[in-house]
């Protein structure tokens, strides 16, 4: 079956950096974009970037543009998005998926002094 396994989050200081990591398994991963979302607390899940099949970033929020980037390895079916100069704002559970479903539990940033 399709699984997104998330990793990587933590409490970091703004302005500090993250690496999340994203698992994938019970798909041919290397012919699919791979999307990160996240959702803060109280808010809908959102868009904020994605990798397509061959390594091009795809932004959906402005916000992230500088900051943030994405990378991916067909070879391990995985996916990573770094994430620098991290704000308050970027607090959230991460999730990355290739198909608005079977998500996965997520991993949790929170970006706090």
């Known amino acids: 079956q399709v699984q997104f396994v998330e990793s990587g989050g933590g409490l970091v200081q703004p302005g500090g950096s993250l690496r999340l990591s994203c698992v994938a398994s019970?798909?041919?991963?290397?012919?699919?974009?791979i999307r990160w979302y996240r959702q803060a607390p109280g808010k809908e899940r959102e868009l904020v970037m994605g990798?397509?099949?061959?390594?091009?970033?795809?932004y959906y929020t402005n916000s992230v543009m500088g900051r943030f980037t994405v990378s991916r390895d067909n070879d391990k079916n995985t996916a990573s998005l770094q994430m620098n100069n991290l704000k308050a704002e970027d607090t959230a559970v991460y999730y990355c998926?290739?198909?608005?479903?079977?998500w996965g539990q997520g991993t949790q940033v929170t970006v706090s002094s």
């Open positions: 998926n290739a198909f608005d479903k079977w």
């Open positions: 019970g798909f041919t991963f290397g012919t699919y974009t």
């Open positions: 990798i397509d099949s061959v390594g091009q970033p795809l």
